[in-house]
């Protein structure tokens, strides 16, 4: 009996169906034997089958694989084999059931079952069939049971904009599928919903009604279906009718210069008359003159800049209004990319002789700059191997002490991770005398309130270069009051002294080739002595300890005392402790409560009374049996400068910086802020502080240069709100600008998660790789070396055999 090749496959099929009706079965097992497999919707799976023949002794087989349907359990076939001869998959399994290859780890008549369906959930039975052969009383296969998991998906959601009235009713209908059956989870603005006496959440967590809208009630809700295979998730807005609302507001993108860029803006509204207006830091785009030939606001409210340049980066706002209620915004922020490119190009710079002096070259890059190339004279630089020459992070030439052989004809060429837009023109570098001081201030000048003062200062330029000009500054920053400062040639007089003209003032000296400074102390007697400065302290249980360092004390004839303020964080009432021994620059406060923060204030006086007030600083104690540590403290203010016996580097403060902001960009989010308006010129780094609970965390690792004024995190937690301010940092103190708050959006959490893997793959593949290339080269170098050592002893034994004939030994 058999089938020939030749017949069709439907009439083989036809036949191996008679065939196994007629048959014994021979492979059979109960349920309770069965073997449970789970499979996830999408996915593959394989029933592992084995055939054991009889007396071992392999002999042609018939396999049939079915599944019990409906309630009668009726056996279906949903796979039918028989060697050669064409197969039989049953309906709703054509393509998806095949037999696993007999040389697999599988059993000879296991199945593989693809592109998993719920509906393919139940019980499935192997039979195995043993061609002229008597029933016994061998098993072959197996029971199996299927359960197929599927992620959630939603099955019914609400709109996603709701509009109401004050006093209406709704209910958010929100109802998944999956297997297993999903969890409903609600939030209104990313809290958990609060079932109230006019919210609740009913039939199995899948509606939310509210009744009697108030205002409080207006908002963001989301409802979140979950199982174990994953979760999803659908936010309907709640507001109220009238004003215009943006639908799709716009997102931030990065473009390279030249490309277009297309923000969208679109908006509904009860009426629907909505108006879009568009804005580039706080200007209408359409007064941007950079803009006004590249721009475009079209119907449906979006926003084309086509192509677009270097300088668009910047953050865009979209206002929408339908003239009900306020307008309402959003907005996005564009980073263009670049390859650096030279902005400026001096033709001629100079280098002061003997001193240190910088060749510049003035770059834009977006991303940063990477790296610079300079050649002198059409050769190639290398600075890294010349002492005296150094790159500068913004891509300058530092030289620490200029001599003759650095003169010479200059070009840099600046590259970041987009390439180059080419070198500079070149730069003709050469080297002069700078000017020299032919009359300088005397290194101190000590008046009393309400004298009069003269410095003198004079300067003298070296030859072949411009006479310098002479102009007066003090060195803490301070402008100088004009109306009782008079300036003639380089001498300068100040009229009526008062207190806070006490400081270091310096005469500038400036030409073409360098800049010079000649400090002088005015020192003011008779006044009341200056602010404490660098206040410090650290903590134990009970105590904390202080230290500070004492402000000029008003003359050398006086002496100062001090007085310590403190009191517990938050309270108004202040205690006050006077120093002994009188004159002391520490004092220790005690009987304070373990576990508390204080905050401390240093106050000064002398014969004519009480001075400034340092700044105050705030220290916890610590908690009963924790081990001392130093407390965390923040600089004191800084009157001036300089002060008597002051050390090197304190100053005092800088502006605050302005206009912190916060926004998501494609790569993570970026920190913008914007220089002080005062005394900008003393912040020697920024440093960025952020929290999302009462402790202050520092955000960047390294310190911010000051002419940066950005940066770039990447691992900010979805679901939680941050607050961010940053600190401009000057020798000794700082100032903080205005906090800000910042929601992280949930659907960052996964996307950091998986970007996190990604990279970190990413760095493994790129580290073997190093690996592997620096063995190498290490290789090839030591290789060179033993070859090059073998050619010289080669060619000395050579050398020694051609001056003398006899034979000269070598030892290996």
Not at 35 to 60: K, M, R, Y
Not at 383 to 402: A, C, E, H, W
Not at 714 to 734: E, I, P
């Amino acid at each position: 009996m058999g089938w020939r090749a030749e017949q069709p496959p439907h009439i083989a099929a036809g036949l191996l169906l008679l065939l196994l009706v007629n048959l014994p079965v021979t492979c059979h097992q109960d349920h309770q034997d069965a073997v449970h497999i789970t499979a996830i919707l999408g996915e593959s799976v394989v029933f592992n089958c084995q055939v054991d023949f009889p007396e071992d002794i392999p002999v042609p087989y018939v396999l049939q694989w079915e599944k019990k349907v409906g309630e009668t359990g009726q056996d279906i076939p949903i796979y039918i084999w028989y060697e050669s001869y064409p197969t039989h998959s049953g309906e709703g399994y054509e393509g998806r059931v095949s037999r696993v290859a007999p040389d697999s780890p599988y059993g000879a008549a296991s199945l593989n079952v693809t592109n998993i369906k719920e509906s393919d959930q139940g019980w499935y039975e192997c039979k195995v069939v043993f061609l002229n052969r008597s029933p016994n009383q061998h098993k072959n296969g197996t029971w199996f049971h299927l359960d197929v998991h599927a992620p959630p998906r939603f099955s019914i959601t609400p709109e996603d904009i709701i509009y109401v009235n004050l006093g209406d009713a709704i209910i958010l209908n929100c109802q998944a599928e999956g297997t297993p059956t999903p969890e409903i989870l609600w939030f209104k603005d990313a809290n958990p919903v609060e079932p109230s006496g006019t919210v609740g959440i009913f039939n199995d967590g899948t509606e939310l009604r509210i009744s009697n809208i108030r205002h409080e009630d207006i908002g963001d809700y989301t409802c979140i279906a979950r199982n174990g295979e994953g979760q999803v998730s659908h936010t309907a807005r709640v507001i109220i009718a009238g004003g215009a609302v943006i639908t799709m507001p716009p997102t931030n993108q990065t473009k390279l210069e030249g490309e277009k860029v297309q923000f969208s803006c679109e908006a509904k509204a009860l009426p629907g008359n909505v108006t879009v207006k568009w804005f580039r830091e706080g200007a209408p785009v359409a007064e941007v003159a950079a803009l006004e030939t590249r721009v475009t606001i079209r119907r449906d409210g979006a926003l084309v800049i086509n192509p677009v340049a270097a300088d668009d980066s910047g953050q865009y706002l979209c206002e929408v209004s339908n003239g009900i209620g306020d307008p309402q915004s959003a907005s996005a922020y564009l980073n263009v990319e670049y390859p650096a490119k030279v902005t400026f190009t001096p033709t001629v710079q100079y280098l002061p002789f003997r001193l240190a002096g910088v060749v510049q070259c003035y770059i834009k890059a977006n991303p940063p700059l990477q790296y610079v190339t300079w050649t002198k004279d059409k050769r190639l630089l290398e600075p890294y191997q010349t002492k005296d020459i150094v790159i500068m992070n913004n891509g300058s030439l530092l030289f620490t002490r200029v001599n003759q052989n650095h003169q010479g004809r200059y070009t840099c060429t600046p590259y970041n991770a987009q390439g180059t837009q080419g070198s500079s023109g070149p730069m003709e570098v050469l080297v002069r005398k700078p000017p020299v001081f032919t009359v300088e201030p005397e290194p101190l000048y000590q008046r009393k309130v309400g004298e009069s003062v003269e410095m003198h200062c004079e300067a003298q330029e070296a030859e072949g270069t411009q006479r310098p000009s002479v102009v007066w500054r003090r060195r803490d920053g301070l402008p100088l009051q004009k109306s009782r400062v008079r300036a003639l040639g380089g001498n300068i007089t100040i009229d009526t002294l008062r207190r806070q003209d006490f400081g270091i003032y310096q005469c500038v000296a400036s030409n073409e080739v360098a800049t010079i400074v000649a400090d002088t102390q005015l020192v003011i007697e008779g006044t009341q002595p200056h602010a404490p400065y660098n206040v410090s302290g650290t903590a134990t249980e009970f105590q904390v300890t202080l230290r500070w360092q004492p402000g000029y004390a008003g003359g050398p004839d006086y002496k100062q005392d001090y007085t310590i303020w403190y009191r517990e964080a938050g309270f108004s009432e202040w205690t006050k402790v006077p120093v002994t021994p009188s004159g002391a620059t520490s004092v220790t406060i005690n009987r304070l409560q373990p576990g508390t923060t204080y905050e401390f204030q240093v106050n000064s006086k002398n014969t004519i009374g009480e001075g400034m007030m340092s700044k105050a600083i705030t220290i916890r104690t610590l908690d009963v049996g924790a081990k001392p540590k130093a407390a965390p403290t923040v600089p004191g203010p800084i009157d001036e400068k300089i002060f008597q016996n002051a050390p090197e580097g304190s100053g005092p403060k800088s502006g605050p910086p302005r206009n912190l902001t916060v926004t998501e960009v494609h790569n993570g989010f970026l920190i913008t802020w914007q220089a002080p308006l005062e005394r900008a010129q003393l912040v020697q780094y920024y440093t960025i502080k952020y929290r999302t609970d009462a402790q202050w965390k520092t955000l960047n690792r390294g310190q911010i240069r000051p002419e940066e004024t950005s940066y770039l995190v990447k691992n900010l937690v979805g679901g939680r709100t941050y607050y961010f301010r940053v600190l401009a940092n000057s020798a000794t103190s700082y100032e903080s600008s205005e906090e800000v708050k910042f929601p992280v959006p949930a659907r960052v959490k996964h996307k950091a998660i998986t970007a996190g893997v990604v990279g970190g793959i990413l760095f493994f593949i790129v580290a073997i790789i190093l690996s592997v290339c620096a063995v190498k080269i290490c290789n090839k170098r030591k290789r060179r070396k033993q070859e090059k050592a073998y050619n010289m002893v080669a060619a000395r034994l050579t050398d020694l055999r051609a001056a003398d004939s006899t034979q000269v030994p070598f030892k290996k």
